[in-house]
């Protein structure tokens, strides 16, 4: 079995490597000028329970899956994928319009009829994926019927997710390509070695991000590298917390070291809150500067400003736009930590992350203005 690429890649630098994660989206924070935290606003989130303990323990808790597994190699293999492949935000809403689903359910059902076709998830499936399976088995439809110039003939042509759909087979193809080429027939296999290698959440983040380009997320704010590594982290954390009891190499004791995540979903949540707020409509003390009429606003105005601005038809908008994405997520990751921190030791900005991302899901929020990512392998 080859060794693993030099797991620390372009992510080396002083301190840990989720404590950078942290650092540098502080730094980015503090150096962008697209976003601001209004913390009037989330006090009055955190201070009207907007956090529940029993709730955020719920939706910290893994859901089960209604699959058997053969054995932990199958369901390491099951999760690896699913959190591989859970990116394409800024096709949403052609996924909801034509299959029904969000980025997470089609990655999710798509795996899970895969499994139930007993389909082998190891690497050589992954590098011989090709489009057509990918739209089949993910039901992602690539071609559509649009009018020709013959009043009632219509023509075949790429539809509107063929892009979405070539992003998934590029990240199966080079993930199994990278896999095979170090000697490892699947993930569960690199997983299971790497977490005996280099120990713990941090160490198996570190390996994925460092061998595999799919679990590498580095955005760039103003010149500054700003880590994320989002679906490493959330894969890490969802095998310790799944699988940890049962598989010993799992069994990870610094899972404190995750750091929040952030995604459109966390994002979107945030901006409806009015805790992410445009970084021209306030001044630092969480009172806007003026509003169009000249008149001052505060407190729930500003807050109600952040979500959207209003076009000229009277519809609101969404508040940022997706060239906006790496500007945003510095900042979520600051505002789940100073919530985390607000809120006391039994909440961790990680899991407060994907409390934030399922209440973004919820009925209350399907008329909110959804944040749109750019195009992202991390989204």
């Known amino acids: 079995m080859a060794a693993m690429a030099d797991q620390q890649g372009t992510l080396g630098g002083k301190g840990g490597l989720l404590a950078r994660v ?6 980015a924070c503090e150096e962008q000028q697209v976003a601001r935290i209004n913390d009037d606003a989330m006090a009055k989130f955190l201070d009207g329970g907007g956090v529940p303990l029993d709730k955020y323990k719920r939706a910290a808790s893994r859901v089960p899956l209604p699959l058997k597994f053969d054995d932990a190699a199958q369901e390491i293999n099951f999760h ?4 591989l492949l859970s990116f394409g935000g800024s096709h949403e809403p052609e996924l909801l319009r034509l299959t029904g689903s969000n980025v997470d359910d089609a990655a999710k059902f798509g795996l899970i009829g895969s499994h139930l076709s007993r389909e082998r998830l190891d690497a050589t499936w992954m590098k011989n994926a090709h489009v057509g399976s990918v739209s089949e088995g993910f039901k992602i439809p690539v071609r ?3 009018p020709s110039t013959i009043p009632g003939v219509t023509v075949d042509r790429p539809g509107a997710l063929v892009s979405h759909a070539q992003a998934l087979c590029s990240v199966l193809n080079e993930t199994g390509e990278a896999l095979l080429s170090r000697g490892y027939t699947d993930m569960a296999q690199f997983i299971l070695h790497s977490a005996r290698s280099d120990p713990g959440v941090e160490g198996l983040v570190r390996s994925l991000s460092g061998a595999l380009p799919g679990f590498q997320d580095t955005e760039t704010v103003n010149g500054l590298d700003v880590l994320m590594l989002k679906n490493a982290q959330v894969l890490a954390g969802e095998l310790s917390s799944r699988m940890g009891k049962a598989v010993e190499d799992l069994r990870f004791d610094d899972s404190d070291k995750l750091t929040a995540v952030a995604d459109a979903d966390v994002i979107t949540a945030l901006t409806t809150l009015g805790i992410l707020e445009p970084a021209k409509t306030a001044t630092p ?9 000249g008149a001052p606003r505060e407190g729930e105005e500003i807050a109600e400003t952040a979500v959207g601005a209003s076009s000229a038809d009277g519809r ?45 899901r919820r009925k209350e929020y399907k008329d909110a203005p959804r944040f749109l990512p750019r195009e992202s392998r991390a989204l």
């Open 144 to 146: 559509e019927d649009a």
């Open 285 to 293: 003390t969480g009172t806007a500067e003026t509003a169009a009429d």
């Open 22 to 27: 942290v650092a540098t989206s502080a730094t």
């Open 316 to 360: 609101v908008g969404p508040a940022f736009k997706p060239k906006d994405t790496a500007e945003l997520r510095a900042v979520a990751v600051q505002a789940c930590h100073r919530m985390a921190e607000s809120l006391g030791k039994d909440y961790r900005p990680h899991e407060l992350s994907l409390y934030l991302k399922r209440l973004s």
């Open 80 to 83: 690896s994928l699913l959190a």
